[in-house]
């Protein structure tokens, strides 16, 4: 491939999965890496690939853009994607290509095998692709001066030793590197994680902390033109540092003020009763927590600072404390680790999902392959069996690798299915029990392009899914706690449930949530036929003291007080909104 443009960078992610998130994003690292090699005077463009990516538009991107370096992302998920790819179209175009990534970072020797790529990075790439692009690329000498990256050069792949941390340079995200629907803003406030968990590879980047003066810019900036509708923070560990966490706090409830999100630690919370609060007064909404297991002799093994009985705490903590919603992830095939325990886990997560229904999310993943980690850099000392058959054949958080000395691999995958669906029956169990305010809540989620376990339950159920689009999608209805009470009696409510289920004696069957059925008597159920957005109160009123026997010797006030009340309680559980006027 001819280079049309020089010094053009062209910055990728091939997403071969599904976030959580609905749209499209680019991970945060590379808008900073954008932002760096902006400062070192080269043109930037972005490309994201999803799940449809072929060669032949792989090829067509580069011809257009034809860069002067192509830089990759990878991670776990991708990275046999981005080798097709490169490997299909590197004889012919020759695009010269960095990778970089977690993927890359901790397991860059096998990759520089299977890629061929002619930098990888290593760790943290601001000030590496602030080096590399104020140098050439292309001289063995100027490269093997910088430190952090593996690169190839005449058919020898040349490991520089390992970069020394340092302090993270003052770049802020290239938030246009591509046009992007979603109104969730990427906030990182350090690199690396302080802890010490055996089957995480974050631990092996050293912790490094951005400073409290560049965050608080950067959100003074973000919310200066368009306030962003959710802030995410990436974080491994966002109160890794108790102390500086609170001045996080403070600069996040003076320039911003949530709602956001973040992930935290079990021991933060619990040797920090007052921090739940102080999250929650900040704009806290949704956070994630390391659960793993609540077994005190998995968790021990794990390397974890937290007992089930302090994790149980924390997230009491955490909810008593008003976050709206608590995601934990329990992982399966622990060495030592038997079916007894793993039901034990599986009946710890119903029992939490019973308490906290629509509060509390979990999901269950299998111990997958992550290289840096100390059960996958030595296996052998915790009892693994790893086979390169059985890492090749993964493909995400659902793949085994791995057996131990108490469980095949097919034993663990069984397990997990197992786990799994025990949470999606229990989650279906509770959801008539979720209060009102919760439903709202994860309805808000779901506006602002965040999914969640209980989001998708809710909108695959119709009223559900009716007043989300009738009240926040279309905005041509109400919900009634957007209207003053002294105006309810010129309303006009609409049903959300379109559908009306009748029994042979005439009677309505009020569905909510699947499983839940309700018979009206006749005269709820000629209410609920008359909520069909064309009357008001007022004139449903009159209606009633004309077709029900006896209505019309009952004062007209009273009669009115008694449909209001019986529209409100429909309203409260989202059966009925109101057209807007």
């Known amino acids: 491939m001819t280079v049309a443009n020089p010094k053009t960078l062209l910055l990728g992610f091939v997403n071969t999965h599904n976030s959580y998130l609905t749209s499209k994003t680019m991970p945060l690292g590379l808008k900073v890496i954008s932002s760096a090699a902006k400062r070192a005077g080269w043109q930037v463009e972005g490309k994201y690939w999803g799940t449809e990516i072929t060669v032949d538009r792989f090829v067509e991107d580069l011809l257009r853009i034809r860069p002067e370096i192509l830089g990759l992302y990878t991670d776990m998920m991708n990275i046999f994607t981005i080798a097709r790819l490169l490997n299909r179209v590197k004889p012919e175009l020759r695009p010269f290509t960095i990778l970089g990534g977690p993927e890359v970072t901790f397991n860059y020797a096998q990759i520089a095998n299977l890629i061929p790529a002619e930098i990888l990075v290593r760790g943290p790439g601001e000030r590496i692709i602030m080096d590399l692009l104020n140098g050439d690329v292309h001289n063995a000498s100027f490269l093997q001066q910088i430190s952090g990256i593996s690169y190839r050069m005449n058919g020898t792949t040349y490991h520089n030793p390992d970069r020394r941390p340092e302090s993270i340079p003052s770049l802020l995200p290239d938030v246009k590197l591509i046009p992007e629907s979603s109104n969730t803003y990427f906030l990182y406030t350090a690199h690396g994680c302080p802890n010490s968990c055996a089957f995480c590879s974050e631990n092996a980047v050293p912790y490094l902390p951005r400073k409290t003066e560049d965050i608080r810019k950067e959100l003074s900036l973000a919310c200066r033109d368009e ?19 609170r001045k996080l706090l403070d600069i996040l409830k003076s320039e911003y003020g949530g709602p956001w999100s973040c992930e935290l630690t079990v021991e933060s919370i619990y040797k920090n009763p007052s921090l739940a609060s102080e999250l929650v007064d900040a704009g806290l909404t949704r956070l994630q927590i390391g659960i793993e297991s609540l077994n005190d002799e998995t968790l021990r093994l794990y390397r974890k600072r937290a007992t089930r009985d302090q994790t149980i705490m924390a997230i009491n903590s955490l909810l008593q404390a008003g976050v709206h919603c608590v995601f934990g992830n329990f992982i399966v095939g622990a060495p030592g680790e038997t079916k007894a325990m793993i039901e034990q886990n599986i009946a710890a997560a119903q029992e939490l999902i019973r308490k906290y229904p629509g509060q509390i999310e979990l999901s269950a993943s299998i111990l997958s392959y992550n290289p840096g980690a100390p059960f996958f850099d030595e296996p052998e000392l915790f009892g693994l069996t790893i086979s390169e058959q059985a890492i090749l054949g993964s493909s995400d958080l659902r793949s085994a690798v791995s057996s131990t000395n108490t469980l095949s691999k097919y034993e663990i995958m069984a397990l997990h299915e197992q786990f799994n669906d025990a949470i999606s029956k229990e989650v279906g169990e509770v959801m008539a029990k979720i209060p009102r305010e919760i439903i709202k809540s994860h309805m808000n989620f779901h506006d602002l392009g965040l999914s969640t376990i209980w989001s998708k339950k809710m909108m695959a159920t119709r009223h559900i899914s009716t007043f989300y689009r009738m009240v926040y999608f279309d905005g041509s209805h109400l919900d009634i706690e957007d209207i003053p009470a002294d105006t309810l009696p010129d309303q006009v409510p609409q049903r959300t449930g379109i559908q009306i289920r009748l029994k042979a004696n005439g009677n309505v069957i009020l569905q909510g949530f699947p499983g839940e059925l309700n018979e009206l008597n006749p005269t709820a159920s000629l209410l609920y036929e008359l909520a069909c957005g064309k009357h008001t109160i007022r004139e449903i009123t009159v209606i009633l ?11 007209t006030a009273r009669i009115m007080d008694d449909v209001i009340a019986f529209y409100s309680q429909l309203a409260n559980k989202l059966q009925v909104v109101f057209l807007e006027q």
């Open 545 to 555: 003291q004309r077709k029900i026997p006896g209505a019309a010797r009952q004062p």
């Open 227 to 245: 306030r962003p509708g959710w802030i995410l923070i990436v974080d491994d560990t966002f109160t890794a540092d108790v102390r500086r966490c």
